[in-house]
Nanobody, 122 residues
């Protein structure tokens, strides 16, 4: 399985970005998908997850109400719409595949993309 994250960039506080994650090589609909992020000097943290039938989403409290995770099975692509961005959202964002819903630790996820940098200026 290969995951290719894209869509990061530099944005001012209050702005928006949409991240994409293309999954190659496996049946997309059989996975739970998640987004994580890692800021310099910090541990990788869970951001959002979505079940394989796309009926259940779950979010970290820090981004709830601002970020939306979604998926397009036909395109084998995962998205993260990020609105009302804050400087503390600055991090490298990673997409990952998992097998069990509600899991929020990196060890519960199997395959990882290369990450895309998001920088939010104040």
């Amino acid at each position: 399985v290969q995951l290719q994250a894209s869509g990061g960039g530099l944005v001012q506080a209050g702005g928006s970005l949409r991240l994409s994650c293309a999954i190659l090589g496996r049946t997309f609909s059989t996975y739970v998908m998640g987004w994580f992020r890692q800021a310099p000097g910090k541990e990788r943290e869970f951001v959002a997850g979505i079940s394989w039938v796309a009926s259940t989403t779950y979010y970290a409290d820090s981004i709830k109400g601002r970020f939306t995770i979604s998926r397009d099975d036909a395109k084998n692509t995962l998205y993260l719409q990020m609105n009302s961005l804050k400087p503390e959202d600055t991090a490298v964002y990673y997409c990952a595949t998992g097998r069990y819903i509600w899991r929020t630790t990196p060890n519960d996820y199997d395959d990882w993309g290369q990450g895309t940098q998001v920088t939010v200026s104040s």
